[in-house]
């Protein structure tokens, strides 16, 4: 039985830039090989050459600076974006607490958009309906959840997307940034339900800016500085590398 849950290897994201086109359509035109050229020679590179091994049931801090790569990597695991080269392995079903209420029809219900949602990650209609009960009621969104989620505020709408993502069949749960969710009272709601999962043996890649979070959840950490691996290890040891450095650069 492997024993990773998630292996990167040399892996590398990097995405074409286009501004040689900007300004000059003209040119672009009548010497469409060379702009060609011009433009897969000139990418930008979101990640670059990691490598990093998770085992089934550890909990792993992903921490960086904003653009350092954090939600690239989880967008890789979650198959939601390819890598450029290297290779990914993920072994379980993913469940991305990524951007909450992403996939919502918003002509639709809470209700409706409970179903549609669920069933694009990966439930059954009857298994939707077993858990309709627990996600509304974990959302606390009452009345609200039979009106068009036009008339949600953002808040809400993270709120019922945590609660669609926290009721999957997941194996390894991916979270980024999804504890500023709601009020307080809320935040706590879904910090316990990310440790009721640790507790359970789930694998869990957190993404915080929350150094207290990442101690509190995490048995190890990756920090990722300009858009490669920093430092993998013990979660006090690297947070302190990482505070020290942001103290010295700033």
Known sequence: MNENAI??????????????????????IFNIPGALKAIKSSRYDALRDISFEIKKGETVGVIGRNGAGKSTTLGLIAGVMKCTSGSITVNGRVAPLLELGAGF??????????ILNAVLLGLNISEVKERMTSIIAFSELGDFIDQPIRVYSSGMLARLGFSVAAHLNYEILLVDEVLGVGDQ???????????ESKQAGMTIVFVSHSMPEIEKVCGRVIWIENHTVKQIGETKQVIDAYIKAQENHG
């Open 185 to 195: 009272q809320f935040q706590k709601k879904c910090y316990d339900k990310i440790l």
């Open 7 to 28: 292996v990167f290897e040399k892996v590398s994201k990097s995405y074409p830039l286009y501004h040689h086109i900007i300004g000059g359509i003209k040119r672009f």
């Open 105 to 114: 029809n918003h002509e639709l219900t809470g209700r409706e958009n409970i």
